[in-house]
């Protein structure tokens, strides 16, 4: 009988889903620049231009930012994937500031020119702290300044299918989400992970599970929230590419840019 052991998202999952699998898409790279150009136009930013990236994972696109002159801070709740981001940055010859938190408890003194939450970052707790989310990007901007929400469409929600990938290391069975319509909510994805260097199969424990639920909200469920913190101009696109399209029913992403 193989042994099964359970862990957390900061002490094994974060690496495995955000640097492992991420980075074995094909693809990728040039997804984030087309991502980071996208944002850099919607929310006119420029060299020297301050940026903070929520959730800014393993900091592939802070970095990408980064690279196009722009200050960036990075802010995610891994340690594990903070560090990672911030060895990368070394590599890569850019300057970016890592820092680990929770967003729920963001306290920023500097007050930036936008702020960014990219590949569905938002919606992970109950409405009033996704709201609180906001109200705190709204304290760290500058006047004038830009939030982008970089969002899946719910009335699009891509098709998960159960997939087996080849990481370094073994191998990670991705069950797919649920959509639990009466709630609104994309329901955790449990995975499992056969490691071959350790000859263990890892499950996630509750911790790795707990950012797993998902909130999706509706467009104006999103401009009331919005408005509701005081932002006072919310526009929408279909796509995080450019030129930029309308959001409709069938556009792949709703991508929310409000401005403070
Ligand atoms: C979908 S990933 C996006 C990562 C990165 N932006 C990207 O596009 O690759 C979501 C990230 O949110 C981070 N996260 C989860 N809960 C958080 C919290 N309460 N505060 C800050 N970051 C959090 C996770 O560690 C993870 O890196």
């Given at each position: 009988m193989v042994e099964q052991v359970e862990r957390g998202w900061d002490d094994f999952w974060a690496e495995v889903f955000r640097v492992r699998h991420r980075r074995s898409l094909q693809g990728i790279e040039q997804y984030d620049k087309m991502v980071v150009e996208f944002c850099i136009e919607v929310l006119h930013l420029s060299t020297g231009s301050q940026l903070l990236d929520i959730a800014c994972g393993a900091g592939d696109q802070s970095i990408e930012?980064?690279?196009?002159?722009?200050?960036?801070?990075?802010?995610?709740?891994?340690?594990?994937?903070?560090?990672?981001?911030?060895?990368?940055?070394?590599?890569?010859?850019?300057?970016v500031n890592f820092y680990q938190g929770d967003m729920r408890n963001m306290s920023f003194k500097q007050k930036f020119n936008?702020?960014?939450?990219?590949?569905?970052?938002?919606g992970f707790f109950n409405h009033e702290e996704n709201k609180h989310v906001l109200r705190q990007v709204y304290e760290a901007l500058a006047d004038g300044g830009f939030l982008l929400l970089d969002l899946m469409n719910p009335y699009n929600i891509p098709v998960f299918q159960k997939t087996w990938t080849k990481l370094e290391g073994g191998y990670l069975l991705s069950e797919p989400h649920v959509f639990d319509?009466?709630?609104g909510?994309?329901?955790?994805?449990?995975?499992?992970?056969?490691?071959?260097?350790?000859?263990?199969?890892?499950?996630?424990?509750e911790d790795a599970l707990s950012n797993k639920d998902i909130r999706m909200y509706t467009?104006?469920?999103?401009?009331?929230?919005?408005?509701?913190?005081?932002?006072?101009?919310?526009?929408l696109y279909g796509e995080n590419s450019l030129p930029r399209t309308p959001y409709t029913a069938k556009s792949d992403r709703m991508v929310v840019v409000a401005s403070r």
């Open positions: 930012f980064a690279k196009h002159g722009i200050k960036v801070t990075g802010f995610d709740l891994a340690k594990s994937l903070i560090r990672i981001a911030q060895e990368r940055a070394k590599v890569e010859g850019v300057k936008a702020s960014v939450l990219l590949s569905h970052s938002f319509a009466p709630a909510i994309l329901r955790g994805r449990p995975a499992t992970f056969i490691d071959l260097d350790s000859g263990v199969v890892v499950l996630a424990n467009a104006p469920e999103i401009q009331s929230l919005l408005e509701g913190v005081g932002f006072i101009k919310v526009d």
